[in-house]
């Protein structure tokens, strides 16, 4: 999907991953097909093409084109505060087990580089990646950590032996 104006085309594709508060494998028993519902549902309602999603255990991939005047920030923070929203409300042992359903942080990656078939097997591909990856415990466990651990999510980081 491109995105027109008077004078300006773009087609602006972003990955985009992110996890559960304390990176907690609640995305099972249902939460992961009602989460990949809510999904397509917000990013229909925003005109945001959905290229690729995975929903694993405990971290979330999308492959998506957003119209630049709209921004990525402004789509990941819908996405993310009205998932969790309903998601709670529908899923009440999810309140229990958390504060929050997401982080505050996530990882997004512009795709220029690769082609979209490579990023889109990538995505399709990733059932093993939580067990590929460990992050280094002398990176303090908020903030630095998580962030570490979203960039070796995206990037198919091996895990330290």
């Avoid at 999603?53 to 505060?81: C, N, R, S, T, Y």
Wanted: charged share 20%.
């Amino acid at each position: 999907m491109e995105y027109k104006s008077n004078n300006v085309v773009c087609s602006c594709k972003y990955h985009v991953v992110w996890c559960p508060k304390y990176r907690r494998k609640v995305l099972v028993n249902g939460v992961d097909i009602r989460l990949k519902a809510l999904i397509e549902k917000v990013c229909s309602e925003c005109r945001i093409e959905i290229i690729g999603m995975e929903i694993m255990p405990d971290h979330v991939h999308l492959l998506m084109e957003v119209d630049p005047q709209f921004g990525i920030h402004k789509a990941v923070k819908q996405i993310k505060g009205r998932t969790s929203r309903i998601l709670r409300q529908e899923f009440s042992w999810l309140t229990t087990r958390l504060p929050t359903l997401w982080t505050n942080l996530y990882f997004v990656s512009t795709v220029g580089g690769a082609p979209l078939s490579v990023i889109r097997q990538y995505i399709f591909a990733c059932d093993g990646m939580a067990a590929l990856v460990s992050v280094y415990p002398s990176v303090p466990l908020l903030g630095e950590r998580l962030a570490c651990l979203l960039y070796a999510l995206a990037h198919d980081v091996p895990s330290k032996g």
